[in-house]
């Protein structure tokens, strides 16, 4: 069998530690170059694919992609950019075919959440169609732990990491401050559907910190929610609360609402942190204040978490591995054999079982009262947030690769998005 | 000479570096039985003082205490409470002095920024006064870097790496993104009066960022802003902003005013970040992202800068070796004796000129345009940055300690603040 090239895009928000699936997939690739003859990445994603602006892999320096394990966000940039239906995005799947042809592409590495496992999943479904053999692999990734079947995955270990020591240095701060001053702090965290990441902020509970989290998967009771707010601060004297972004009311009505949608359809969220200290401050006249920590906590690969990274760059390698042995249409996934000690493997899933499946917080990893988690939930977590992968520093900052992304010339038409 | 105690407080908003100064004046004094006896902590700072709620540090381990030096915020609890003028605040200048003779207190040290030195100044003016002797000796600490006469202040270290690692990670993440969604990222961080955080972001453009800084020193233009922000889109497909709490129109309003105020009359700021975000779409379109660092910043002791522990451990150390040598008013100081290789001793500043001076950003570290720092800025930023110093962490998280903070015996009648 001769050697083909392979295709890598990163898809959809990027994380701490989705170039560490990039350096999986190509250090892998790289030890079987009688197999994988390059790895040809999307620049911006399937963007790249569609558009033929692809990046020349071979051009880096084994250091640069080694240096992709301790750099955060997308090496190759990413894009939000959805396909559609087969028969609805039938124009951008052919082409995509078409590229594939043309630079002899047989393997698709599609780095990316649920969305991605969709499109990765009808890539497989149309070559076998068209007669083009592709072995489509999905490597998951996403902050918000929203994938099905895999235990967990890569890029929310570290944020999970971040928003849980983030949570508990500002309540120390808190704690200081609350005689005469804060006595309320909000922190705003991402998942627009699952509440994974602020559960994340319950971690603290353990550490003598009186929080509180409100969930997506939890409807919002104001009166409820003031009344428990007033409860610990006479307690306790301050009081954290971690609000995800998605936080909703009743009626469906994001508390953040702002309107606008990104190219998925989703609503583009911000600011329910102010709403909540506001309304906190309306009804007890506690001081507050509070923090949204937006990109930064996704970015943050400054202080992954090292199971995290390990995984993100496991199932990279993983990847390879399965497309390397002929399987097509799956995705490695994460195994979790044991908590304490933790022990994990990785396990392989067939797209068709991911492709447009959310996985929500478990009601019975959401306290009775619905503002924390529950000591299963922190057996999930706990594991996953273990130890600690510095990125080298140099002049006081991290010393982050920016990769050459060198162009692979054209062969084709140009296509317009 | 009969060994006498030690009165220790914090002041003001804390730091993720104050207990590191703390740890160095509890271990100095532990060095010096024969002089000082033991260090009562006030218990939410000054405040402790005025209700005699004294804290005994004996009571803590010397592991304890030396868990301070990496644990951030206040260990034993900061205020926010200014006193005033001698004739103003008689009362509660009378009642320390009290307080100090009832407890054989001879030496306070108050651990903050301007208004403290200002009470410090004043504590001392009032015991040659009345006649009781106390060595009032003000350890500097502000996030806010804004404290005279020394060359930087004691937690200004950390919060700049930790906005600029921050703001380097978030462009990371953007400039991944910005095909397709985000090209604009907004940063909000501290500096109510002063640019030193926000500066501390223009470090990333050595690190081939496009990053604007608006500071307070600069009155806020609109367009020029704008057309500025388009300039930089146009040419590198993104963004990134940093603006400080405290940028102001050119009439003096805030860009993020909320209209309250604290114990010490100064505004409440917030929200500045989303005010220029929508600015920016709504000029242009671009869509955008924007954080609030808030306590995040000062908080994050994870990220601590090396060179900052160890000169607030240095300061609290030499505040303690100034009082036993008898010196009186005065302010230990990090002074600059070379840049690269950085190079600093501590020195000993007269409280007189240190009380209610600000040091703002000279214009010389401002770029022309307003938006940018200068090479001299870098200059001086770099060395205050170097250096990592991570907490231990047990399962995931820091292992900061929490002080078991028992109470001394009261021996005075109960005081209304």
């Known amino acids: 069998m001769s050697a083909r090239n392979a295709f890598y895009a990163q898809s959809g928000g990027v994380t701490a530690v989705i170039n560490a699936s990039a350096c999986g997939v190509i250090e892998t690739a790289r030890r079987h170059t009688d197999r994988i003859a390059n790895v040809y990445a999307g620049r911006y994603g399937i963007i790249g694919a569609l558009t033929e602006d692809l990046i020349d892999t071979s051009q880096e320096s084994d250091e640069s992609i080694a240096a992709l394990r301790y750099t955060p966000a997308g090496a190759f940039g990413s894009c939000r950019y959805k ?180 190219a998925f359809g989703h609503a583009q969220l911000g600011g329910a942190a102010p709403v909540v200290a506001n309304m906190i401050k309306d009804a007890t006249g506690y001081k507050f204040h509070w923090a949204v920590a937006d990109y930064l906590q996704r970015a943050a690969r400054h202080l992954a978490s090292k199971t995290d990274v390990e995984q993100a760059y496991a199932v990279g390698r993983a990847g390879v591995e399965f497309a390397l042995a002929g399987h097509n249409a799956v995705m490695p996934m994460i195994k979790r054999l044991s908590n304490d000690p933790y022990a994990w493997e990785v396990g392989e899933a067939p797209l068709s079982e991911v492709a447009n499946v959310e996985k929500f917080m478990p009601r019975e990893f959401i306290s009775a009262d619905g503002f924390g988690i529950t000591s299963a939930c922190k057996e999930y977590l706990i594991p996953l947030i273990q130890g600690e992968d510095y990125p080298p520093f140099e002049r006081g900052l991290p010393k982050y690769v920016t990769l050459k992304n060198l162009p692979v010339a054209r062969k084709l038409a140009p296509f317009e998005l």
Chains 1, 2 share one sequence.
Request: with cysteine.
């Open 83 to 262: 396909l559609k239906s087969l028969e609805a995005s039938k124009r951008e799947y052919e082409r995509l075919i078409e590229i594939f042809k043309a630079h002899d592409i047989g393997y698709f590495f599609y780095n990316g959440g649920g969305d991605s496992a969709d499109t990765c999943y009808k890539i497989s479904q149309l070559s076998e169609k068209l007669g083009y053999p592709v072995q489509a692999i999905h490597i998951p990734k996403t902050v918000d732990n929203d994938l099905p079947i895999t235990d967990n995955c890569p890029g929310f270990g570290s944020v999970a990491k971040y928003i849980a020591t983030s949570t508990l240095e500002a309540s120390f701060d808190v704690r200081s401050m609350s005689k005469t001053s804060t006595k309320v702090f909000v922190l705003e965290v991402m998942g627009r559907h699952a509440g994974w990441i602020a559960a994340a902020g319950g971690l603290v509970e353990d550490h003598a910190i009186p929080v509180m989290i409100l969930f997506p998967e939890i409807e919002f009771d104001q009166e409820r929610f003031i009344a428990a707010v007033k409860d610990k601060v006479e307690r306790f004297d301050f009081c954290t609360i971690v609000i995800s972004e998605g936080a909703k009311y009743p009626d469906g009505r994001f508390l953040a609402e702002q309107g606008t949608r990104d």
